[in-house]
């Protein structure tokens, strides 16, 4: 029975194309990762990114909201202002995910209390006899 791995002492040059495409595969996969650490968790897949503030497009691809959405409200929302230009921190983006948390049992009280208020009678209705 042969063996679909070649031995370690034979080399490259006894791999055939197909087990050379497949190294090749596995070394790009390990590139795009990060390498074999950040595959494993040792490590972040994206250590060379230390901005300390982050724009419209990228503030809003990690919030998973349109930009628009963004550029709409931002008077209502908290950001770092440098100027004209508007940046965001993390705790920025987590304070607007925190802003818009939504439990069901919250909106159910507030619904209540609504219904609640309509029925109020006006200060003008007539007096019963």
């Known amino acids: 029975m042969m063996s679909a791995v070649a031995p370690a002492n034979a080399g490259l040059a006894a791999l055939g194309s197909t087990e050379l495409q497949g190294l090749a595969a596995v070394v790009n996969l390990l590139a795009q990762a990060g390498g074999l650490d ?11 990114d230390k901005r300390l503030h982050i724009g419209y497009s990228e503030a809003a691809e990690r919030l998973n909201i349109p930009e628009k ?16 230009f508007v940046q965001f921190a993390e705790e920025d983006l987590r304070a607007i995910s925190d802003m818009h ?16 208020m309509s029925l109020q009678p006006s200060k003008r209705s007539r007096k019963r006899f």
Not at 106 to 112: I, L, S
Request: glycine share 6%; aromatic share 6%; hydrophobic share 35%.
């Open 69 to 84: 959405w963004l550029r709409e409200r931002i008077s209502t929302l908290p950001h770092r202002k440098f100027g004209k």
């Open 101 to 116: 948390f939504v439990s069901p049992s919250m909106a159910a009280e507030k619904e209540r209390e609504s219904a609640l």
């Open 38 to 48: 950040a595959l494993l968790g040792n490590r972040q897949s994206e250590p060379g």
